[in-house]
């Protein structure tokens, strides 16, 4: 089942001498419980691609449409609350609240939403992270690794349409890399949550499904890994 379709989506900055082409009519799609891993140089689009699927920005022209739905179509408070609901984000820098302990953090979204907390549902995915003896912790008290696990938690905790990670591993090195590529790729397999990972390693990128490739803001090649 189609969960992402991402329709002749284009972004353009600046005009006349300053004009800047960061995407170029890309198009593709995703399915549901699918791990897609976007890759390309710095400054080919891949980042700006993952932002407008996110809406966290808005596309000079174009369409992106999550569960049949044209997100565009929204208004920006609309559009806020659809983007806290059905999609996650992971970012290379956590974004976590510095005053807010692991288990505020991940539950963030929920508490923005006025919405329930299950604690059957924080216990297991403090568990999943490896998280449990951390739960009171701050940010300040936690290693690279386990505030990105934070973030991760942060992210499914709301079971977004889609999951949306911007080079989660930049900053942690090879060892705390790999539990994190192993966490995104056990929450793809065991609970079949859709995912798009832009990354600029190709050893890391091959753990995807598929890999697309961006260059100049076009999708160049496609392939299953």
């Known amino acids: 089942m189609e969960i992402l379709r991402v329709s002749n989506l284009t972004k353009i900055y600046g005009k006349d001498t300053t004009k800047v082409v960061a995407l170029d009519n890309v198009s593709f799609s995703v399915e549901k419980g699918e791990f897609v891993a976007i890759v390309g140089a710095s400054g080919s689009g891949k980042s700006t691609l993952l932002h407008l699927i996110g809406g966290v920005d808005r596309p000079t022209s174009g369409k992106v449409f999550i569960d049949s739905k044209n997100i565009f179509d929204f208004d920006d408070d609309k559009l806020a609350i659809f983007r806290r609901r059905q999609i996650g984000l992971i970012y290379q820098f956590y974004n976590l609240i510095p005053i807010l302990n692991v288990e505020e953090n991940i539950t963030l979204p929920l508490a923005l939403d006025n919405r329930e907390i299950d604690k059957e549902k924080i216990d297991n995915i403090l568990k999943v992270l ?9 940010p300040n008290e936690l290693s690279g690794g386990q505030e990105q696990r934070t973030s ?5 905790i709301t079971n977004p349409a889609l999951i949306l990670a911007d080079e989660p591993t930049g900053n942690l090195d090879s060892k705390a890399s790999d539990e994190i590529v192993a966490l995104l790729k056990k929450s793809n397999i065991e609970l079949n949550q859709t995912i798009i990972m832009i990354t600029h390693n190709l050893e890391i990128a ?3 499904d598929r890999i697309i490739k961006i260059e100049d803001g076009k999708i160049v090649q496609e392939e299953n890994s």
Request: cysteine-free; overall charge positive.
């Open 152 to 156: 991760i938690g942060r992210a499914l």
């Open 206 to 208: 091959k753990l995807a």
């Open 130 to 138: 490896g998280l449990q003896n951390r739960r009171n912790h701050l």
